[in-house]
């Protein structure tokens, strides 16, 4: 692995830890063309185009041999014109998140942005402005590799449809829940018939035992009554305890990702007035939101008293999920498949979402028959809310979506299935390499020098600098 990046939280040692061999290379440094020539790989991985573009042409012209690979992560262009479009509309039809929740107007606003449908690839292609830099760079960087690896269908079928990059050229690689966390995860969870038996225990003992009197805002919920919120058929073995009644909602994604800032701000000032005014006894329940680099302004908006605290950082985000009833994820802008949603499922936490959390997650996006979606997708603030608490006080309702989340998690990024189609489609494109590159006139020209810009680019970076330290 090699990477111009410093090793700022210790990936590097994580890595080698566990086997990989670790370099770090500057950018712009001809140092790299001796290493990558020595080293002679079969195949080279882009961690996203801007890496393509620092390296790619590079092994292209000391390593000709090698499959060059490029991770997308999710297709930038998309994500960052989705975010530009919702900016726009809020600057234009509406005031700042910390307006009046009672204005009528600024919610009316509000829910037209929220409200938008999950688009389509003929609507997205409709909104696209292809003359964004960004888009060219990153479909000139897919164009040039060899093979790009998408976690999105969704992604998928805008770059086959709309910019015509032939099928073979692209493959689905989502993140995948390999077995060992699938076990961990079911261990945590338990069959309807023990639940029914020591539920009529736990009921007796609970009656003649002083309930936990504790505000559920200043701690934990240790001494809460369990229920029966189980979830049924997730494999055979011995009956599992009963885990307690969860009570709080939950929010989590790291502050550096604007689409995780802009949800949180909509959750504190537009969905969590309404949650709080439609529970039945809302001092009982809390929002918590968690995340990694929690800047001030985000820090600033817990307010204990109302419920709404947030706890920055989260440990495990698979413990941390665990805990909670439900998760809320009012996803206005973004792109790809939403790490957050399925890590909430693989615990059988269901989710509340937006239209555009959904996209990309959604069974039938993946072909998946006989699987509903992990909770539910709401088109507007109200129904968010009216949703959020159904979850979390309609019991019956919580275990049908917790046993939907469990089963999107083990369907939809299935370790072994996924992993297995991976290799297939790299041993392919390796093996089809050089009739591939012959048939594809189009990387051709883009390789061509008349064309490499980023080259040409990152030569004179590195002349200028070696001038500088003559």
Known sequence: ??????????????????????????????????????????????????????????????????LRILDTQDLHFLRHQRQQRVESNDKNT???????????????????????????????????????????????????SDL?????????????????????????????????????????????????HTQQHQDTQDTQQPQDTQDSRQGSRQGTKAIGNSIVGLGQGPSLPVEKRRLDFVSIGNFRHPPNLDSVKLLKYHIWPRIVSRLSCPSQHSLRVYGAFPPKEVMDLSDPETGFIVQGPARCQYETLGKYRCLLAPLRYGAGIKGKIADAWSVATPVVTSPLGSEGMMPEDWSVKGVEFGGHVASDLDEFADLAVMLMEDDAAWES??????????????????????????????????????????????????????????????????????
């Open 1 to 66: 692995m090699v990477s111009p990046a410093r090793d700022v939280r210790g990936a590097m040692k994580a890595l080698e830890a566990a086997g990989v061999r670790t370099n770090r290379i500057a950018p712009n440094d001809p140092m790299f063309d001796s290493f990558v020539s020595d080293l002679d790989p079969h195949v080279v991985l882009f961690d996203r185009f801007t890496l393509e573009e620092m390296f790619g042409w590079r092994v292209f012209a000391h390593a000709p041999n090698a």
């Open 94 to 144: 509406r005031r700042h998140y910390d307006e009046d929740d009672d204005d009528q107007e600024t919610n009316a606003q509000m829910d037209a942005t929220f409200g938008w449908e999950a688009p389509t690839v003929e609507i997205e292609a409709k909104r696209l402005d292809f003359r964004c830099p960004r888009l060219t760079r990153e479909i000139g960087s897919i164009l040039r």
């Open 148 to 196: 790009s690896l998408l976690v999105s269908p969704f992604e998928h079928s805008i770059l086959s449809s709309v910019f015509d990059i032939q099928p073979h050229r692209l493959h689905l690689a989502p993140f995948f829940f390999n077995d060992n966390h699938n076990q961990q995860q079911k261990a945590r969870l338990h069959t309807r018939e023990h639940t029914q």
């Open 401 to 470: 979506a917790a046993l939907n989340a469990h089963r999107c998690a083990v369907r939809l990024f299935e370790f072994q299935e996924g992993a297995s189609k991976l290799l297939s489609a790299i041993s392919e494109a390796g093996l089809n390499m050089e009739t591939r590159r012959e048939n594809n006139w189009l990387q051709a020209l883009l390789m061509d020098e008349y064309h490499r810009s980023t080259e040409f680019k990152s030569r004179y970076i590195e002349a200028a600098q070696r001038n500088r330290n003559s």
